[in-house]
C-alpha cells in the first residue's frame, strides 16, 4: 500500500511503497503559496498511479494548511487540468501564467 508523508524538512512530499521512498514532489512555501517545482517517481515504481496519489494528497495537504498553489511543475499543471476539483488552489489571477482555465 502507498503511504503519502509530508517531509517538511526536506521541504517536499514523498511517495512510499513498502516503506521505500518511490517517488517525491519538492515545493517551496511563500507567502500564502505553495510553489511545486518538481515532482519525480523512480522508474522502478512508474506505471502504479503513484504520482497521481502523491499529488492529490499533496493538493490536499495544502488546501487543509489554508495555501494557495503556483503549479510550475508541469505534473502537478497537468493533474490539476484533469481534476478542476483542485483548480480553486491556484489563485485565478495566476492561471494564465500555468495555462489554466479562469474559471473554476
Known amino acids: ?61 495544502t488546501r487543509q494548511e489554508g495555501l494557495a498553489v503556483e503549479p510550475h511543475c508541469s505534473y502537478v499543471r497537468t493533474f490539476v487540468l484533469e481534476h478542476p476539483e483542485h483548480l480553486d488552489l491556484v489563485e485565478s489571477e495566476s492561471r494564465f501564467r500555468f495555462d489554466l482555465p479562469a474559471a473554476d
Open 1 to 61: 500500500m502507498a503511504v503519502v508523508d509530508v517531509q517538511r524538512s526536506d521541504r517536499r512530499f514523498e511517495v512510499l511503497l513498502d516503506g521505500e521512498v518511490a517517488g517525491f514532489a519538492e515545493f517551496e512555501d511563500d507567502g500564502g503559496r505553495r510553489s511545486f517545482t518538481h515532482t519525480v517517481v523512480d522508474e522502478r515504481f512508474q506505471g502504479r498511479g503513484l504520482a497521481g496519489r502523491l499529488i492529490g494528497d499533496a493538493l490536499d495537504a
